[in-house]
Every structure is written in C-alpha cells, then in structure tokens.
C-alpha cells in the first residue's frame, strides 16, 4: 500500500482537486530517490515528502498553483545560492520533481 | 475506474505495475499518463505510435522493478530525445528466504519485514517452525530446506539466508541456493563452521567460483553477539551487496553518501546479479 497514492484517490473519490509532485532525478547527494512522492489537496493537506523537509514548502506552493491552472511543471532544486527563492537542498544535490494536477 | 483509482487498486493487491509520465516534450504533452501492466494499459502518453512504444518500454522497466527516464521522439522513435517519459515500478516485495528456524532466524525475520522483504522461514522440524515463534514471517513452512527451495520462486531481487549451521541441513540447501538467480545467499556458522561447510560443499562438486557466491561467515564485521545484533549485521551485509559498497563508517570516509546507482543492465554474471539483491526499495512496498 502506498499511502501516497492511497491518499489521492480517496481525494478524488471526494471530488477534491489535488495535485502530485514526484522525484523524477537526483543528481549528486540527494535525501530521497526517484520515486518518492508527496501530494496536496485544494484544501491545502498534504501527504509524503519529496526531500529532508528543505524544498516541501516550495513544492506545495507550486502544487496548489497546479491544481488552480492544471499545468503541469518541471521544477528543478539544487543548491541554495542557485535558486531565485532561495531554496534549495543543504546536501548539495539537485532534484527534480515533476508537478501535476491529477485529473485522470 | 479513474487511473488513479486503478492504481490504487493494483498496489493493494500488490500486483505489478508502471506509471509513465511525460515530463519533458511538446507543448501540451506534459503530463500524459499511461499505467502500464504486464497484460494491459490505460491512459496516454500523447498518441498511438508513442504509447506503442512507452508501453513495450515500461515492460520491461517493469520486469527488473527499475524507475528511470526514457526518451522518444514526438511518435515514439528511438534515438530521439524530444520527450522524456518518467517511468516508476510498483513490483512485489522482494523475497527473503530464512532456512533454520532458530532465535537468530526470528530476529532476521523481523529485519527483514523491516527492510520491506516479505519474508518466508523453512525448517524440516515442525516443532520450532511455528508461527508463535515467528510471528512477522509471511510464510512459515515445515519441509526439507534444500527440497522446498528448488520449487520456490527465487528472482535476482530474492535473497536467502541459511542459519541451520548444521552440515546435515545447510549443505543441501546451500546447493539448491547456488542452482538459483538469487543475489544474496549468506550462511551463518564460525570459522570452523565454515571451514567445515566449504569442504562438504566442495566435496559435494561445488565450483571455487560458486562457492564465492556465498557470503560465509554470513553479516558485517561489527561485533554482533544477539541474535538482534547479528540480524543487523546480516542486513547491513544484504544493503551493502546490492549497492556494491564494503560497510565501515562513514565518519571515517570522504565521498559521496549514496553512491550512483550501479548498472545492472550489462551482464548477468553473479557480480552484476549480486548488486541487482532486493532490499526495501522505493518502489517495493
């Protein structure tokens, strides 16, 4: 059981948008492998991580703008300084995580 | 049933799946999404000749249990990069065989439910493989150790562990181990166990080269004396094949901390298969 995936469909079973975000790539060191996934829903819950804690806020700033436009994105994490927003993963890697609404 | 729901649907029956996403293309193809079975597919990565393709792709990421990026061209052609199609595998547990149903085995039982393994004690002795005494196991089975292993469903992802330490049972079924894909095969026993156990083997017909396949005596060096203590060992050695690397502290060391995963792919040899051993992956539940 994925409680991950078991999350998102009892969401839409409800009829609530949500939105997934997936490790797709890890480059260097980085906390969590491909795979590793973490979900929101409209009103704002959330399940699994995607890293040690150091980009999930971003992520589900960038999951809610997914469920609002359902355009799904490709976002990329690497080392603090590099990132407009300033954030970034303390390990040195780089991640990239794949957002989508899910709506099939 | 929406995607999702089927989904969810095949990992609660811990039936084998692939998600594929399309995670780099064409505008508008972002996102597409097949679920990939071995005898069926929903959804759509974009178009016919793509999802043709995708799928056969994610069939045979499917197979080894593997999660990777492929890439295709907009109608699914080889040696074009256009789309990138993110695939991840929902395989079964790996397997974890414990033949020898002694207090060190209940300890290597939990562990391995732990590591996400689903777990299966053999011993001929009614008497101690019992399910009070191995209360976490999957499966708990009464027969001849070397007899029931040559009808178990042994893969490259299963590992065994033979703790019977008695010549009588361990050198069967160390011989039946040898006659599978198993990528761990470990055998408990001190020096002069072991001694004795390579020389029986040995005398038995087993090849020097098979008989590097075993990791005897069985665990890391880390001064282990519990069965709990030596379950870890035992675990920390079943990891530290599959990812290739030697154990020690990482105090002591520079480098990275996880290690690129190693490729697979080239050969099926006992080296690369060892390296392929099951452990609690992402993908496995």
């Given at each position: 059981?994925?409680p991950?995936v078991?999350?998102?469909?009892?969401w839409?079973?409800?009829d609530?948008?949500?939105?997934?975000?997936t490790?797709?790539?890890?480059?260097?060191?980085g906390?969590?492998?491909?795979?590793?996934?973490?979900?929101v829903?409209e009103?704002?819950?959330?399940?699994?991580?995607?890293?040690?804690?150091?980009v999930?806020?971003?992520?589900f700033?960038?999951?809610m703008?997914?469920?609002?436009?359902?355009?799904p994105?490709?976002l990329?994490?690497?080392?603090?300084?590099?990132?407009?927003f300033?954030?970034?993963?303390?390990?040195?890697?780089i991640?990239?995580?794949?957002v989508?609404?899910?709506?099939? | 049933?929406?995607?999702i729901?089927r989904w969810?649907?095949?990992?609660a029956?811990?039936?084998?799946?692939?998600?594929?996403?399309?995670?780099?293309?064409?505008d508008?193809?972002?996102?597409?999404?097949?679920l990939?079975?071995?005898?069926?597919?929903?959804?759509?990565?974009?178009?016919?000749?793509l999802?043709?393709?995708?799928?056969e792709?994610?069939r045979?990421?499917?197979?080894g249990?593997?999660?990777?990026?492929?890439h295709?061209?907009?109608?699914?052609q080889r040696?074009?990069?256009?789309?990138?199609v993110?695939v991840q595998?929902?395989?079964?547990?790996?397997k974890m065989?414990?033949f020898?149903a002694i207090?060190f085995?209940?300890?290597?039982?939990r562990?391995g439910?732990?590591l996400?393994?689903?777990?299966?004690?053999?011993?001929?002795?009614?008497?101690?493989?019992?399910?009070d005494?191995?209360?976490?196991a999957?499966?708990?089975v009464v027969?001849?150790?070397d007899?029931?292993?040559?009808t178990?469903?042994v893969?490259?992802?299963?590992v065994?562990?033979?703790?019977?330490?008695?010549?009588?049972?361990?050198?069967p079924?160390?011989k039946?181990?040898l006659?599978t894909?198993?990528?761990?095969?470990g055998?408990?026993?001190?020096?002069r166990?072991?001694?004795?156990?390579?020389?029986?083997?040995?005398?038995?017909g087993?090849?020097?080269?098979?008989?590097?396949?075993i990791?005897?005596?069985?665990?890391?060096?880390?001064?282990?004396?519990?069965?709990?203590?030596?379950?870890?060992?035992?675990a920390?050695e079943?990891?530290?094949?599959?990812?290739?690397h030697?154990g020690?502290?990482l105090?002591e060391r520079?480098?990275?901390?996880?290690?690129?995963?190693?490729?697979?792919a080239?050969?099926?040899d006992?080296?690369?298969?060892?390296?392929d051993?099951?452990g609690?992956?992402?993908?496995?539940?």
């Amino acid at each position: 059981m994925n409680p991950v995936v078991d999350k998102v469909a009892k969401w839409r079973e409800e009829d609530k948008k949500a939105a997934l975000a997936t490790v797709v790539k890890v480059e260097r060191s980085g906390p969590l492998g491909p795979g590793t996934s973490m979900a929101v829903s409209e009103d704002g819950q959330v399940v699994g991580s995607v890293s040690g804690g150091c980009v999930e806020p971003a992520v589900f700033e960038e999951a809610m703008t997914a469920i609002e436009t359902g355009r799904p994105k490709l976002l990329t994490y690497g080392i603090s300084d590099d990132e407009a927003f300033g954030v970034g993963l303390t390990c040195g890697g780089i991640i990239h995580i794949f957002v989508e609404r899910v709506d099939w | 049933m929406s995607i999702i729901g089927r989904w969810r649907a095949l990992l609660a029956e811990q039936s084998p799946v692939a998600m594929a996403t399309v995670i780099e293309g064409p505008d508008g193809s972002l996102g597409g999404k097949l679920l990939v079975t071995p005898d069926d597919h929903e959804g759509s990565a974009g178009n016919e000749d793509l999802d043709r393709a995708v799928v056969e792709a994610a069939r045979g990421i499917l197979e080894g249990g593997k999660t990777e990026t492929r890439h295709f061209g907009p109608r699914g052609q080889r040696r074009m990069e256009d789309v990138a199609v993110f695939v991840q595998s929902f395989a079964p547990p790996p397997k974890m065989y414990v033949f020898g149903a002694i207090d060190f085995a209940s300890a290597v039982a939990r562990v391995g439910k732990f590591l996400g393994y689903r777990v299966i004690v053999c011993d001929a002795r009614a008497v101690f493989a019992t399910r009070d005494r191995f209360p976490s196991a999957d499966e708990i089975v009464v027969s001849w150790p070397d007899e029931f292993l040559q009808t178990a469903d042994v893969d490259r992802r299963s590992v065994i562990c033979v703790l019977t330490h008695d010549p009588k049972f361990d050198v069967p079924v160390l011989k039946a181990a040898l006659e599978t894909e198993a990528g761990y095969i470990g055998a408990m026993g001190s020096r002069r166990t072991h001694n004795n156990r390579t020389a029986r083997l040995k005398e038995e017909g087993v090849s020097e080269e098979a008989l590097e396949r075993i990791s005897s005596p069985i665990g890391l060096d880390i001064g282990s004396r519990t069965p709990e203590e030596t379950a870890v060992a035992i675990a920390a050695e079943i990891i530290a094949f599959r990812t290739g690397h030697t154990g020690g502290r990482l105090a002591e060391r520079s480098g990275p901390i996880h290690a690129p995963a190693p490729d697979v792919a080239e050969s099926p040899d006992a080296k690369d298969a060892r390296r392929d051993t099951a452990g609690a992956t992402r993908d496995s539940r």
